[in-house]
């Protein structure tokens, strides 16, 4: 099955009308290149934490099943839209991704990893699993996430085809260039999205907040990877949306047919370490 898709690099903050705005644009801009999957970035819906040490200014939180994933799930229509929001449910908070499509939920994934002090802000996921769409079976991760090689190959193991990573990755805070594309944390974001294309043989699409909010500078650079791990299309450091076509099956099949590295896994080999490194 051929799919177009998208990932987008964009600014989004507090101004939940705004940000709704800009993703009913991208969202029709999409839909007329013919793009089926189209990836947000994390925190999409409401904005991401201003800063990274905990405190106020916190997104609004949002139920899956409330208004505004409603509507944003009318909004995708045909195409399957995945999108970063703050997720209620009850008296806690998630850092989470939802895929939405044809009206409806068809996915949600909550942020497992949490960088420096995002604990303070959320609580944390303890799950990865693939669902199915009109697209492929998919994935979800959020940022942090693709830092760990076991979160995407967990998705991989479940049969996930693509796994959309959605993104607040910033720039440097210390000694940082003012060329973004010198920048070590660009450098480290892409290298984590083209290794574990690679690694899981999956195709990649990997979406990013753009410009700044708060303290943080992000880096952009939103991209759909083969899983060769060759960039298909990439923003670079400015904002905009990499859009490209994927035959997944062919793609799938040309990249394990001889080094299959989910086949050739040796699990029997593999020893777990309880102990916890500091």
Known sequence: ???????????????????????EKLVATARTDGVQLLALPEACLGGYLAHLDGGADEPPALRVNGPEI????????DMVVCAGYCE???????????????GRVLGNHRKVHQPLRENASYDSGDSFAAFDTPVGRIGLLICYDKAFPESARALALDGAE?????????????????????????????????ARALENQVVWVSANQSGRFGSLRFVCSAKVVDPGGDVLATTGTAAGVAVAEVDVDSALSAARRSMAHLRDRRPDTYRAHAASMV
């Open 162 to 194: 693509i796994i959309v990573v959605v993104s607040a990755w910033p720039g440097s805070r210390t000694d940082a260039p003012a060329d973004l594309a010198e920048d070590r944390w660009t450098r480290r974001f892409d290298l984590f999205d083209r």
């Open 70 to 77: 409603a509507r944003l799930a009318a909004l995708a229509g």
């Open 1 to 23: 099955m051929r799919v177009r898709m998208g990932a987008v690099a964009e600014a989004f903050d507090r101004d939940l009308e705004g940000d709704f705005a800009k993703i």
């Open 88 to 102: 209620a449910d009850g008296d806690k908070r998630f850092n989470s991704v939802v895929c939405v499509h044809d």
